[in-house]
């Protein structure tokens, strides 16, 4: 039988040569050539067994095995940043756990980004352990209970303490019945009387809000509820509820507050897709297919980059470069598959980087335009202000504020839509909420 292929084969009395045989393996063979291969072994004895024996030397003469354990099984399902975060914080659920585990068996990439994590979470627990604030004054309770303690032993004592509360009552008694007899106002109208005259003394603290810790109602000119309490805003411009937030950060609440609008901060103009002048083309095109981080702030210094495939490509190359141009890291050949790298080294805080994506194609040998952007690493100093706040402030305005104004919008948006469900009924809410999705 002679088979009816392209250029490619070549034959010695109708058989299969040696390099048509290797390119059946391998599978390198067009759809036309595999079919005429196959119809040909399936006829061809000797064929067939050169064809098993290239295939055995292949293998090195080893045993063919199938490998279905849940690690193999599972080596493509990338983890995603919440479910990261769900790992590390014991959060996932038996089964979910279990494919996060054999996943990680055999994924370099998700394993550091876990290692990551983890890092920087044993890097707050030491930041949590300080304490920020004025020392609380010791209790005197038992100073009180002593002291108590003691008269309670002498009923002489006692019996003049019970004397004078008795007397002090008579005399507040006759004084308030001496008032309302000889007051004119009160002979002239009832009505004007009790606009003067006040009836209980426990009512006086409703003058005085810091008393009570209360803030008079027609003082307040906008207030929310939030995960640590009431928070409100006072017509002198008083911030209520949040004692432990000062500085910048409580000016840019209050005035939220006030408005109901948001600043945009200054970074993001810095980290904004422009034109990348020295390739000749738009970075807001590199926006469509660089996933994240775009254009914000990210907390970890070894953050996972994320992009879209592009089309005809074979591989991609990775490279993160500071905003003098200078190189910083850069990855190795990546598969066609993979649209996710991580940089081996932690970088350097509070610093803005541009990272580009080269996509590879095939035939011919070319590199398709790169894709381009921009993104910052959280600084020291505010990564251990985040901290304090988390430990302290426990709000989701503060944090959401905060988040603003470094710049981390995925983070913003997520305290702002906690803000607005515990706040259904707040045009406030919805309108932070909205300012910065718009952002985005």
Same mark, same amino acid.
């Given at each position: 039988?002679?088979?009816?292929?392209?250029?490619?084969?070549?034959?010695?009395?109708?058989?299969?040569?040696?390099? @048509?045989?290797?390119?059946?393996?391998?599978?390198?063979?067009?759809?036309?050539?595999?079919?005429?291969?196959?119809?040909?072994?399936?006829?061809?004895?000797?064929?067939?067994?050169?064809?098993?024996?290239?295939?055995?030397?292949? @293998?090195?003469?080893?045993?063919?095995?199938? @490998?279905?354990?849940? %690690?193999?099984?599972?080596?493509?399902?990338?983890?995603?940043?919440?479910?990261?975060?769900?790992?590390?914080?014991?959060?996932?659920?038996?089964?979910?756990?279990?494919?996060?585990?054999?996943?990680?068996?055999?994924?370099?990439?998700?394993?550091?980004?876990?290692?990551?994590?983890?890092?920087?979470?044993?890097?707050? $627990?030491?930041?949590?352990?300080?304490?920020?604030?004025?020392?609380?004054?010791?209790?005197?309770?038992?100073?009180?209970?002593?002291?108590?303690?003691?008269?309670?032993?002498?009923?002489?004592?006692?019996?003049?303490?019970?004397?004078?509360?008795?007397?002090?009552?008579? &005399?507040?008694?006759?004084?308030?019945? $001496?008032?309302?007899?000889?007051?004119?106002?009160?002979?002239?109208?009832?009505? %004007?009387?009790?606009?003067?005259?006040?009836?209980?003394?426990?009512?006086?603290?409703?003058?005085?809000?810091?008393?009570?810790? #209360? =803030?008079?109602?027609?003082?307040?000119?906008?207030?929310?509820?939030?995960?640590?309490?009431?928070?409100?805003?006072? +017509?002198?411009?008083? &911030?209520?509820?949040?004692?432990?937030? *000062?500085?910048?950060?409580?000016?840019?609440?209050?005035?939220? #507050?006030?408005?109901?609008?948001? $600043?945009?901060?200054?970074?993001? @103009?810095?980290?904004?897709?422009?034109?990348?002048?020295?390739?000749?083309?738009?970075?807001?095109?590199?926006? *469509?297919?660089?996933?994240?981080? =775009?254009?914000?702030?990210?907390?970890?210094? /070894?953050?996972?980059?994320?992009?879209?495939?592009?089309?005809?490509?074979?591989?991609?190359?990775?490279?993160?470069?500071?905003?003098?141009?200078?190189?910083?890291?850069?990855?190795?050949?990546?598969?066609?598959? !993979?649209?996710?790298?991580?940089?081996?080294?932690? #970088?350097?805080?509070?610093?803005?980087? *541009?990272?580009? =994506?080269?996509?590879?194609?095939?035939?011919?040998?070319?590199?398709?335009?790169?894709? !381009?952007?921009?993104? /910052?690493? #959280?600084?020291?100093?505010?990564?251990?202000?985040? %901290?304090?706040?988390?430990?302290?402030?426990?709000?989701?305005?503060?944090?959401?504020?905060?988040?603003?104004?470094?710049?981390?919008?995925?983070?913003?948006?997520?305290?702002? +839509?906690?803000?607005?469900?515990?706040?259904?009924?707040?045009?406030?809410?919805?309108?932070?909420?909205?300012?910065?999705?718009?952002?985005?």
């Amino acid at each position: 039988m002679r088979l009816l292929l392209t250029e490619n084969f070549e034959f010695m009395n109708d058989h299969l040569s040696d390099p @048509n045989i290797l390119l059946f393996h391998a599978r390198a063979l067009s759809p036309a050539e595999m079919k005429a291969a196959l119809e040909h072994l399936a006829q061809c004895l000797l064929c067939r067994q050169r064809s098993h024996e290239h295939f055995q030397a292949t @293998n090195a003469y080893q045993a063919s095995t199938i @490998n279905l354990s849940p %690690a193999w099984q599972f080596r493509h399902e990338h983890l995603d940043a919440e479910q990261l975060t769900a790992l590390v914080n014991q959060r996932l659920d038996s089964v979910d756990e279990e494919v996060a585990q054999a996943h990680l068996q055999t994924c370099h990439e998700c394993r550091c980004e876990v290692q990551s994590l983890r890092a920087f979470q044993a890097e707050l $627990k030491t930041e949590l352990r300080h304490r920020y604030g004025p020392k609380p004054a010791p209790k005197q309770v038992g100073q009180w209970k002593s002291w108590w303690s003691a008269w309670q032993w002498k009923p002489v004592f006692a019996a003049t303490f019970v004397a004078v509360c008795v007397l002090a009552t008579i &005399l507040i008694i006759l004084n308030q019945g $001496k008032r309302q007899t000889t007051s004119p106002i009160a002979l002239a109208s009832p009505s %004007a009387t009790a606009s003067v005259i006040n009836p209980s003394p426990s009512t006086s603290p409703a003058a005085s809000p810091s008393a009570t810790g #209360l =803030v008079p109602e027609e003082t307040v000119i906008a207030s929310l509820r939030d995960h640590a309490g009431m928070i409100a805003i006072t +017509k002198t411009g008083n &911030l209520e509820g949040i004692p432990s937030v *000062t500085g910048e950060l409580r000016g840019d609440i209050v005035a939220a #507050l006030r408005t109901g609008k948001l $600043k945009k901060p200054t970074i993001l @103009n810095d980290l904004a897709h422009d034109v990348d002048t020295v390739r000749g083309k738009p970075t807001d095109q590199a926006a *469509t297919r660089l996933l994240t981080p =775009v254009g914000i702030t990210v907390l970890s210094n /070894r953050p996972l980059l994320h992009w879209q495939p592009v089309e005809k490509a074979i591989g991609y190359e990775v490279e993160i470069a500071d905003g003098r141009g200078n190189e910083i890291a850069r990855s190795e050949r990546l598969p066609a598959a !993979t649209q996710r790298w991580q940089p081996p080294q932690a #970088l350097p805080r509070g610093t803005m980087y *541009t990272w580009t =994506v080269r996509a590879i194609r095939e035939e011919p040998a070319t590199t398709a335009l790169p894709l !381009t952007c921009r993104f /910052r690493v #959280l600084g020291t100093m505010e990564a251990r202000e985040l %901290a304090r706040l988390k430990a302290q402030a426990n709000s989701h305005l503060v944090l959401g504020m905060f988040y603003v104004r470094v710049g981390m919008l995925p983070e913003a948006q997520q305290e702002f +839509k906690a803000l607005a469900h515990q706040n259904p009924d707040s045009p406030l809410a919805r309108k932070l909420l909205q300012t910065v999705q718009a952002w985005q």
